[in-house]
């Protein structure tokens, strides 16, 4: 028989408190006394986030009466046996606003699953029936929900009763409340909503039609010839705030939390850089929709939601999907080759400024997410490389590899067409080794030294190489030289901040002018040759001097005054200048066969 569902309630009971109250009942408990588990960690962000800490307070009942319930560790409850339905009541504090968390007050509520959702240990796969009630009061009458979780009696856009057919799907859905516009386009036939909260002036007409772009696109480039993504529907959820950036991903969703001049108005004509950026993040969660939620690494089926769940392919994940995501805006026409070219420049020249990238590989960050990406402190450039961005630096060059071995013939986009119809559309899990296999296996190329050096190696990529075969120059230069002279401005081999007026090192270079001098993380510069800087004035006066000069810079470390001779370095080479050439041909036309879309080879 199958197991009978398990049924959620979740209302805002107390917006001004922040408080959602969230009940679990099991018709059939354990005989020897139910548990129930609240993850410790979301899916896609890679950090053990213990959301049981923000459950306040819990009671269970069953036939009108109290049953004991007891935590047993930081995540579980262990009911006292009983029969018949049983039922546990939950109080949330929901204060993150963020996309992966929940956040309710008297304007809006948002939930992800993995933050109020407890499952009931044993029940894994049993179908989950959710009634989202609005919170009480006249003055949340015009109260919406948007969310791509399947809806049983609640009317669109509604209050009322969700399904999902396990555990798994229940806590992929995430739920927004409130009052947010509303807008839907099609996108060869699948409806994809947008639910837009928070104060903007933003055209949702343009926000449409852009988006639609953006998920034809990548539809066709997994599905050339059905061209229609996976979903019965797919919603972007967004918030927009004065200051904030983040996305998550979901099965048929994604949450979206960005700045509100990130957001195109209704005058602008062109994709100012503030919108690409948007786009940008907004073609990242989509193509995630293949690249992460379907196919997957092995070890993500199931989740393991009580603790870390290690995979070595961050870098084909995030880093692949990163390099898509921007590809896609110029490949469909948003931005044009040159703004394209300027966004991997920038990723290029931030790979670059990081030493880490030359003590850790991207399958070891990958690895080491939970305890180094997620976790960055002063010393994280000297020590860990991005995931994301030298990860999208090797998907462009694998791409330029297959490109330029093959004349032509195959490109990544064939890698990843195979890896979604052999791995995602199926349900197979990728193994470790799956990527380069399937490139093997597509392509006929071998490139196993390439994804030895590249992915498990840190040694640069030879990326100037490649683009040279793109007809693209590739020019690393120091980020300020003397306007006169073009002699390269001086440097202390730190990242200086301000904190309360105060120039304060808040990195310090591995191996750089400042840390050979003494220097640390944290100290604030007060003094260069016996002379007042502050935040806004201590850059300036460093590049005020020769590189080599000696300078005497007095800095305290806490409240202790110290003094350190520095001898001045260059302003390291960091950024990055790309700039496209007219000839050879068979170089221009390579090039046009990688941005346009149309003129990729489609294999099927
Ligand atoms: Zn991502």
């Given at each position: 028989m199958p197991p009978q569902p398990i049924r959620y309630t979740i209302r805002p009971s107390r917006p001004a408190a922040h408080i959602f109250e969230v009940s679990v009942t099991v018709a059939e408990p354990d005989s020897a006394g139910q548990r129930f588990f609240m993850p410790v960690w979301i899916p896609g962000s890679y950090l053990i986030r213990e959301f049981a800490r923000n459950v306040v307070a819990a009671r269970a009942e069953s036939g009108g009466h109290p049953v004991a319930c007891t935590k047993i560790d930081k995540a579980t409850w262990q009911c006292a046996p009983c029969g018949g339905l049983l039922t546990l009541t939950c109080e949330v504090y929901a204060w993150d606003l963020s996309v992966r968390g929940a956040h309710l007050d008297e304007t809006h509520g948002f939930f992800n699953g993995t933050s109020v959702f407890l499952l009931p240990l044993g029940l894994e796969d049993a179908p989950c029936e959710v009634d989202v009630l609005p919170p009480e009061g006249d003055r949340f009458s015009a109260w919406q929900v948007a969310t791509a979780l399947p809806r049983a009696d609640a009317p669109p856009l509604g209050f009322g009763r969700y399904?999902?057919?396990?555990?798994?799907?229940?806590?992929?859905?995430?739920?927004?409340?409130?009052?947010?516009?509303?807008?839907?386009?099609?996108?060869?036939?699948?409806?994809?909503?947008?639910?837009?909260?928070?104060?903007?002036?933003?055209?949702?007409?343009?926000?449409?039609?852009?988006?639609?772009?953006?998920?034809?696109?990548?539809?066709?480039?997994?599905?050339?010839?059905?061209?229609?993504?996976?979903?019965?529907?797919?919603?972007?959820?967004?918030?927009?705030?004065?200051?904030?950036?983040?996305?998550?991903?979901?099965?048929?969703?994604?949450?979206?939390?960005?700045?509100?001049?990130?957001?195109?108005?209704?005058?602008?004509?062109?994709?100012?850089?503030?919108?690409?950026?948007?786009?940008?993040?907004?073609?990242?969660?989509?193509?995630?929709?293949?690249?992460?939620?379907?196919?997957?690494?092995?070890?993500?089926?199931?989740?393991?939601?009580?603790?870390?769940?290690?995979?070595?392919?961050?870098?084909?994940?995030?880093?692949?999907?990163?390099?898509?995501?921007?590809?896609?805006?110029?490949?469909?026409?948003?931005?044009?080759?040159?703004?394209?070219?300027?966004?991997?420049?920038?990723?290029?020249?931030?790979?670059?400024?990081?030493?880490?990238?030359?003590?850790?590989?991207?399958?070891?960050?990958?690895?080491?997410?939970?305890?180094?990406?997620?976790?960055?402190?002063?010393?994280?450039?000297?020590?860990?490389?991005?995931?994301?961005?030298?990860?999208?630096?090797?998907?462009?060059?694998?791409?330029?590899?297959?490109?330029?071995?093959?004349?032509?013939?195959?490109?990544?986009?064939?890698?990843?067409?195979?890896?979604?119809?052999?791995?995602?559309?199926?349900?197979?899990?990728?193994?470790?080794?799956?990527?380069?296999?399937?490139?093997?296996?597509?392509?006929?190329?071998?490139?196993?030294?390439?994804?030895?050096?590249?992915?498990?190696?840190?040694?640069?990529?030879?990326?100037?190489?490649?683009?040279?075969?793109?007809?693209?120059?590739?020019?690393?230069?120091?980020?300020?030289?003397?306007?006169?002279?073009?002699?390269?401005?001086?440097?202390?081999?730190?990242?200086?901040?301000?904190?309360?007026?105060?120039?304060?090192l808040e990195q310090v270079f591995d191996g750089g002018a400042a840390q050979s001098a003494g220097l640390a993380a944290g100290d604030a510069v007060v003094a260069v040759d016996g002379l007042r800087v502050n935040g806004a004035t201590l850059d300036k006066r460093v590049r005020s001097y020769p590189v080599g000069s000696i300078v005497m810079v007095t800095a305290f470390r806490r409240d202790e005054l110290m003094t350190f001779n520095v001898a001045l370095q260059a302003q390291p080479a960091t950024t990055c200048v790309l700039t496209t050439q007219n000839e050879p041909a068979a170089a221009v036309e390579r090039r046009a066969a990688w941005l346009q879309a149309n003129k990729t080879p489609s294999l099927g």
């Open positions: 399904r999902a057919a396990n555990y798994d799907e229940l806590i992929d859905h995430p739920v927004e409340m409130g009052t947010f516009e509303h807008a839907v386009f099609e996108a060869n036939g699948v409806p994809h909503h947008i639910a837009l909260t928070g104060r903007t002036r933003a055209d949702m007409d343009r926000l449409t039609r852009d988006l639609k772009k953006i998920c034809e696109h990548q539809a066709a480039l997994f599905e050339p010839v059905l061209r229609k993504a996976p979903v019965g529907e797919y919603w972007f959820l967004v918030t927009a705030v004065g200051d904030g950036y983040g996305g998550l991903e979901h099965r048929a969703s994604t949450a979206l939390l960005c700045s509100r001049d990130e957001l195109p108005l209704a005058h602008q004509a062109k994709v100012t850089e503030a919108y690409r950026r948007f786009l940008g993040l907004a073609s990242h969660e989509y193509f995630h929709t293949w690249n992460v939620k379907r196919i997957k690494p092995s070890v993500f089926i199931p989740y393991d939601l009580a603790r870390e769940n290690y995979t070595k392919d961050l870098w084909f994940f995030e880093g692949f999907t990163s390099y898509y995501d921007d590809l896609a805006l110029v490949r469909c026409g948003l931005i044009d080759e040159l703004s394209y070219l300027e966004l991997l420049a920038e990723t290029i020249g931030r790979v670059t400024a990081g030493s880490g990238r030359l003590k850790q590989s991207v399958a070891e960050s990958s690895f080491d997410a939970w305890i180094k990406y997620y976790r960055q402190d002063e010393n994280s450039p000297n020590a860990i490389t991005s995931y994301y961005q030298k990860g999208a630096l090797v998907g462009f060059a694998l791409d330029a590899n297959i490109r330029i071995q093959s004349g032509g013939l195959f490109s990544l986009d064939d890698v990843m067409r195979a890896l979604w119809h052999n791995y995602g559309k199926v349900g197979e899990g990728v193994p470790e080794g799956g990527i380069e296999a399937t490139v093997i296996k597509v392509t006929g190329l071998d490139l196993s030294a390439f994804f030895a050096a590249a992915v498990y190696g840190t040694v640069d990529i030879d990326l100037a190489s490649l683009f040279n075969e793109f007809a693209i120059d590739m020019k690393l230069r120091a980020a300020s030289v003397r306007k006169d002279t073009d002699a390269i401005e001086s440097s202390l081999g730190a990242r200086i901040g301000a904190r309360n007026g105060d120039a304060v």
